[in-house]
């Protein structure tokens, strides 16, 4: 059994169709699904599954993924198995989490860049963001600096580019993985790519923009001294005009 991820081939698809194939509980497995259900530090999609018979919309109160199969619980009694739903996500938080994941890439882009650090953590909010680096110096120049050339990048307008490599050839691109430990499983054969055309690339299963401009702009609103050389700093993303 395996769900159909269509978040992973189009983030802006915001609802499909899909059979059920398994019930526990409360949580359902659908034969394809438009949500993400979190990870690699984004939150999970918000949204509803609906099929005939219905009262009200059933909500998607919480998600995981086991396996290669994507478990939706919802809080209305689920339907049996081979019951054709509609799944819909939440499209602007999903476009949130969107802007916000590309905002972290093009920051993971430009410090790799300019000085070569790897990342050690991060987390997106709501309406914020953080990333942890293996850094010593982050003085309030660096943190203008860097602030300025996210903003350059998200100016710049670069496109922005999805697609799968074999396990082997995406492992032969150089510092492909960012994060200081390698949380890749090895059983994943096909790793998936996300490239910023000019700017960054990096292996990676979150939601993204088609470009860096939609990102709209960042101001760095916090940072903290995690250890000797453990830096975090905080984002917060422009509101789109």
């Known amino acids: 059994m395996k769900t159909k991820l269509l978040y992973h081939t189009n983030s802006f698809t915001y609802e499909c169709t899909a059979t059920v194939v398994a019930v526990e509980g409360d949580d359902i497995a659908l034969d394809a699904t438009v949500f993400y259900p979190g990870g690699g ?20 109160i ?3 993924k086991r396996d290669e199969v994507v478990w939706h619980t919802l809080d209305y009694p689920p339907p049996s198995i081979g019951t054709e739903v509609v799944g ?3 499209w602007d938080f999903r476009y949130q989490m969107m802007r916000t994941h590309t905002a972290l890439h093009i920051l993971c882009g430009v410090i790799w860049q300019e000085f070569g650090v790897q990342v050690t953590g991060g987390q997106m909010y709501p309406d914020r963001a953080r990333m ?20 350059a990048a998200i100016e710049a307008d670069y496109p922005i580019r999805v697609y799968s490599l074999p ?11 960012r ?12 790793i998936r790519i996300v490239e910023i055309v000019g700017l960054d690339l990096q292996a990676d299963g979150g939601t ?22 453990n830096k ?10």
Not at 41 to 60: C, E, F, H, L, N
Not at 133 to 148: H, P, T
Not at 208 to 229: D, L, P
């Open 88 to 90: 819909t996500i939440d």
């Open 179 to 190: 994060t200081k430990i390698n949380l890749l499983p090895p059983e994943i054969e096909e």
């Open 62 to 64: 919480a998600m995981h």
């Open 208 to 229: 993204h923009v088609n470009h860096t401009h939609e990102v709209g702009g960042i101001h760095i609103t916090k940072t903290e001294n995690k250890g000797r050389i």
């Open 41 to 60: 530090g984004q939150m999970a999609d918000r949204g509803t599954i609906t099929w005939p018979g219905q009262d009200y919309p059933a909500s998607v």
């Open 167 to 177: 396990r082997e050839k995406a492992f032969a691109i150089p510092d492909l993985v």
């Open 232 to 241: 975090r700093l905080e984002i917060m993303l422009d509101s789109l005009q």
């Open 132 to 151: 942890d680096f293996a850094m010593e110096n982050l003085d309030k120049e660096r943190i203008v600096y860097i602030e300025e050339k996210v903003n």
